[in-house]
């Protein structure tokens, strides 16, 4: 995080690392991607929720969540009376060309920004602390995604206009399930992200994103798909 963003109390997992921490990825844009960070975090608080084992918060979890988001909050800026994030990447889009491989506001990165604000502002609550009022900010300013004329873009303009492997623009429906289906704007766009995304088909995928690819269809109430 010293290296990144010039803070000395945040944590940064890499797209890829070992079990050291050390980035083992292959490509730039997969060095730069956090997001890997926020998502390590909502697995340790659905851990906490499963098993009510406050002790972990209390002896690690808590303070990894804290500077997880801590990252992400060096990196907002103001932007027409909103939060914005100036620039980021979506998991592995792009690979490592130099160009059109990331963006302002990317959606997974929005979606681990938020799954963080929610989580420790119910962690807060279980160690009886007050919440960081960034947190809460979050979660009134920073938009939940990223969208256009065919739902959630991966970031800035930039539609799903391909097969792809990753389905991370998609985040903030699954894994961390921070959308209402039952507000009609939401609705839409998730309509529109999922049809986009069938319609490109399956030919850049791998194995990984069939059980994955099951879990959407079932988030939108698709199960036979």
């Known amino acids: 995080a010293r290296q990144f963003v010039g803070i000395g109390d945040g944590y940064v ?13 292959g490509f730039w844009t997969g060095t730069i991607d956090h997001g890997s960070t926020a998502w390590v975090a909502a697995m340790m608080y659905r851990y906490v929720k499963y098993s009510g084992d406050v002790e972990f918060l209390r002896n690690g979890g808590y303070d990894f969540m804290k500077g997880a988001m801590n990252v992400y909050c060096a990196l907002f800026e103001e932007k027409d009376g909103r939060l914005s994030l100036p620039m980021g990447p979506s998991p592995e889009w792009g690979g490592a060309h130099p160009k059109g491989s990331v ?40 938009p939940l995604y990223n969208a256009g004329p065919n739902g959630f873009r991966l ?52 194995g990984w994103c069939v059980p994955w690819a099951s879990i959407l269809h079932t988030h939108v109430g698709n199960a036979v798909a």
């Open 13 to 25: 997992l890499p797209h890829s690392v070992d079990d050291r921490g050390v980035c083992i990825g």
């Open 155 to 206: 970031f800035g303009e930039q539609d799903l206009t391909e097969s792809h492997r990753h389905h991370s623009h998609m985040a903030a429906l699954y894994p961390f399930d921070l959308l209402d289906l039952n507000d009609k704007q939401t609705r839409e766009q998730v309509d529109k992200t999922y049809w986009n995304w069938t319609a490109k088909g399956t030919g850049f995928w791998t």
């Open 103 to 142: 963006g302002r506001d990317p959606s997974f990165q929005l979606a681990c920004a938020h799954r963080l604000a929610r989580d420790l502002v119910d962690a807060a609550k279980r160690l009886g602390e007050k919440p960081d009022p960034r947190w809460l900010d979050v979660e009134k300013r920073l």
